[in-house]
DNA sequence: ATCAGCATGTAAGGCGTTACATGATTCA
DNA sequence: TGAATCATGTAACGCCTTACATGCTGAT
């Protein structure tokens, strides 16, 4: 079993839900996955080529009807296929936090620069934390959908660990004024 | 001010604080960095290499003594290019957890096969949280060392967001097991 | 003697981003 | 009528990972 390509699975998880054009994919990853799992127009395409050759989906709609937007369903391979990858135990988590970095190296200039980068990286964080609550408040009002439960549980992943960064921007900004830990 | 490679930033702020040579520079960046920012052989060699080519690092021992270390040392080029990033306000901050992923089309099999990746995700965390907690401790005692500051306060980052990941199992979990929010 | 770890690298491939190209449609 | 957005793609490049290749050194 080829190791899979990651964006393979979020398309196929997608697919799994409702059928979906390429632009449309975009757009569901987008506005509820982005914030753990990211995908542009450069690999959802040629990734939706390669899956339909590889019978994992196949195009709906556009059966000579021109104007008509490019669907993909996903197949009863495409579906073993995801179902494999939910169950196998390996999962890549992986943080890249570019402002810890330059946290980390931040005793080569003023503490000044530095409560800086943890400020920029607060106003971000405060912003997504709305978002990301919004989100989590229109997800608990609709329970008819079975799959809401899975969804509202990723996003309050992200409030939770959210929260936690900006009791940590306090802290940080606080033992950098004062010198000590 | 082409984009600097992120690997060339986190050599020459490793190098800002002492000579090191490319293996060395790995271990430390497994030991001190890894959680937030990662390195391979098989980027930190080439980079080494470019990095001299562009006058950011040269070679220091090894001056025909053959079976000595090969170390580099930080160049004022170096240096500098290093605090105009630092200075610089663009930061990537990126999160890919495939846990997540997995959890977000969890709705396609049973739930059980949810709560086991969210018991794998809490082990792994449990485990990386001990050791975060065992290097805040020894930082915390040597405060002699104005960076240890820096290195503290990346690794109280990891500490309470890895709390704040445990909760969230507990709390998935429930959740998944009631069924409900 | 052999095995783990030190030490330096190269090559191929994977995967992703960005920018570009193209054209239709919708709305102000 | 012009701008924004819908919609689909390609090309080039960037960056990293993995696996491989090589040889030394120190401990058991």
Chains 1, 2 share one sequence.
Request: charged share 30%; net charge positive; with cysteine.
């Amino acid at each position: 079993m080829a190791r899979e390509k990651k964006i393979d699975m979020v398309i196929l998880g997608l697919l799994s839900h409702e059928d979906l054009s390429g632009y449309d994919i975009k757009k569901r990853i987008d506005s509820m996955i982005s914030f753990f799992w990211k995908g542009s127009f450069g690999n959802i395409y040629p990734a939706l080529k390669d899956m339909e050759e590889a019978d994992l989906v196949k195009k709906t709609g556009t059966s000579d009807n021109v104007r008509e937007k490019m669907t993909y369903r996903i197949s009863d391979k495409g579906l073993k296929i995801l179902k494999q990858w939910l169950q196998d135990e390996q999962a890549a988590n992986e943080l890249r936090y570019e402002t810890l970095l330059k946290l980390f190296f931040g005793g080569a200039l003023d503490k000044s620069v530095s409560i800086t980068n943890i400020e920029l990286f607060e106003q971000k964080i405060k912003g997504d934390l709305k978002l990301l609550k919004g989100y989590c408040e229109n997800l608990k009002e609709h329970t008819e959908n079975a799959d809401h439960l899975y969804y509202y549980l990723t996003a309050s992943f992200g409030v939770e660990t959210y929260e936690a960064y900006l009791k940590w921007c306090i802290k940080a900004k606080k033992i950098l004024k004062n010198g000590v830990i």
